[in-house]
């Protein structure tokens, strides 16, 4: 069964931080990590932060300068790390990778279960 898992989450004090990891894992013969997008309560979902095939990121206005998004291929992993937290980048966070698993030839979307990410004193 192929799956994206993200893990780090949890509660921190504003201005903390935190640092989200998404792990694929499965018969995954290629990993392309996308972005990282999060969801509060009553909206809707929004991207963080992407990551193209070349390398480049681009950022949400209110987490410029804040988060940073990296990836390993080669390990099938994605990370956001966020610093300087705000009460308003409460969210469940989720990860977006393209992967081409063995035998199939073409890469699919997938998208992990989510984490929450709380900031509150």
């Known amino acids: 069964q192929v799956q994206l898992v993200e893990s780090g989450g949890g509660l921190v004090q504003p201005g903390g931080s935190l640092r989200l990891s998404c792990v694929a894992s499965?018969?995954?013969?290629?990993?392309?990590?996308k972005g990282w997008y999060r969801q509060a309560p009553g909206k809707e979902r929004e991207l963080v932060a992407a990551?193209?095939?070349?390398?480049?990121?681009n950022y949400a206005d209110s987490v410029k300068g804040r988060f940073t998004i990296s990836r390993d291929n080669t390990k099938n992993t994605m990370y956001l790390q966020m610093n300087s937290l705000k009460p308003e980048d409460t969210a469940v966070y989720y990860c977006n990778a393209n992967l081409m698993l063995y035998g199939s030839g073409s890469y699919s979307d997938y998208w992990g279960q989510g984490t929450q990410v709380t900031v509150s004193s």
């Open positions: 499965g018969r995954i013969f290629s990993f392309n990590g």
């Open positions: 990551v193209t095939s070349g390398g480049s990121t």
